[in-house]
């Protein structure tokens, strides 16, 4: 069975000040939008929180993929949720992770894992069979627009092959540099699920891009 591609469009790189429109842009395109919650400590960057969250959900239908850079996510779990988050990623190099999941699964939210580049598979291994989704760093997180780093496909490899050999139905996710050109090598790995943020909204054609991306998800071997 050949499994669903998403494509989760990153508002990281949309204009912020005229938010709704972008999300309206590709919201025919895909049903997961990603949101990048900095807090300028674990990422030297600070981004947006639960207020803004908050508005995206009451403009959109769109499914809420909150990916939780911070220290310390336990503390804020509760207010994404109730600001409309359905998926949450938090960081396994934060630690606590069994409290998080278990707490992400009380909340009812989607539970994720996200690890950096440098992380070790090791890391997420204990963990593949309880969460929702593995988001796979393929920059160092903090900024949009970097450079995918390929040296993480091996690693996004064994994530995949992993869930499969499990028998999970975990999502594997990659976040980072997904372009035309990437998006083919993440596939190939077994990711099903791209965020894509400069891709898609410093694209002329934001719609346009998402349908792009998806094309060359589901055709690796062209994307060559
Ligand atoms: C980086 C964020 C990403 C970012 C991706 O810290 O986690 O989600 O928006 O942006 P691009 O697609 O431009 O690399
Ligand atoms: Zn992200």
Redesign the pocket.
Known sequence: MTPQLRIAP?I?SADFAALAAAIDLVAPETDLL?V?VMDGHFVPNLTIGPPVVAAINRHTELTLDC?L?MTNPGEFLEAFRRAGADWISVHVEVGGTAELIDEMRKLGVNPGL?INPETPFDAVAPWLGRVDHV?V?TVH?GFGGQHFMVEVLPKLRQVAEAVAAGGHRTIVEV??GIDPDTIGLAAEAGATCF?A?SAVFGARDPAAAVRRLRERAGAPEEAR
Do not use: Y
């Open positions: 990153s990281l990603h990048d990916h850079m996200a988001l760093m997180p976040d980072g965020v943020g």
